[in-house]
């Protein structure tokens, strides 16, 4: 499966900013994992500019 973002797990310390900024509201943070709904993300690049340890990056393999 091809996901339009591209999220270090390893990285994020689970902040929560990113749920916060999206604006289709396509990010779900559970325990300790990050879910981006693919069908609600339109690759805006919001969360990529708000993450304060750039844990997110839109995927540019993923198709349209
Ligand atoms: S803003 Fe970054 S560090 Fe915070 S939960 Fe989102 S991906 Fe993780
Ligand atoms: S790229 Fe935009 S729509 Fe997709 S998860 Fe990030 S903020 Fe939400």
Redesign the pocket.
Known sequence: MTN??KHNQDRCDFCGV?VG????D??ELREAELI?DDE?????????Q?CPIHA?E?NDEAGV
Do not use: E, S
Not at 21 to 24: F, W
Not at 40 to 48: A, K, L, P, S
């Open positions: 339009k973002m990113c900024v999206c604006p289709h396509a990010i981006v609600r993300c339109t690759r805006c690049g919001q969360c990529v708000a997110l839109v």
